[in-house]
């Protein structure tokens, strides 16, 4: 490692620590080594990298490395977070299939059919269904 700051390292330091945003190549090489490591993981079975840290250690020791180098480390806690529980919302969502319940389609937007750009739509239209509910 050279001298600050014309190391090699420093803007991958940068990055780690949060000083820095990543660009966006940098944010491409960071969701492959994260897709990477979770592939190795996959392939040993080990669903929690935290918590069986040691066996992540030890079975993915060279995607492990490269995820915590190209990631920032709020990033890398984070994926480890979100891998944990998309995998436990799919395994809830397959038992509640083979259980026999239903899928509900929902709607997650108060814009009309046409959307907030469709003529005529906007705040007029909200306060219009805002008035109709009051009723």
Known sequence: MGWWPFSSDSRGDAIRSGDAIPTRAERLQCWASRDAYFACLDANSILDATKDASAAARACPRESADFERD???AWV????????ADIQKKRRLEELRRQGAQE??????????GGAAEKGS?????????DRKRR
């Not at 806690?77 to 944990?84: D, G, L, P, S, T």
């Not at 906007?122 to 805002?130: A, E, F, H, R």
């Open 71 to 73: 990631c920032a480390a």
């Open 77 to 84: 806690k984070y994926f480890k977070q979100w891998r944990v």
């Open 104 to 113: 509900m389609e929902v709607q997650t937007s108060f814009a009309p059919d």
């Open 122 to 130: 906007g705040k007029d239209d909200i306060q219009g269904l805002l």
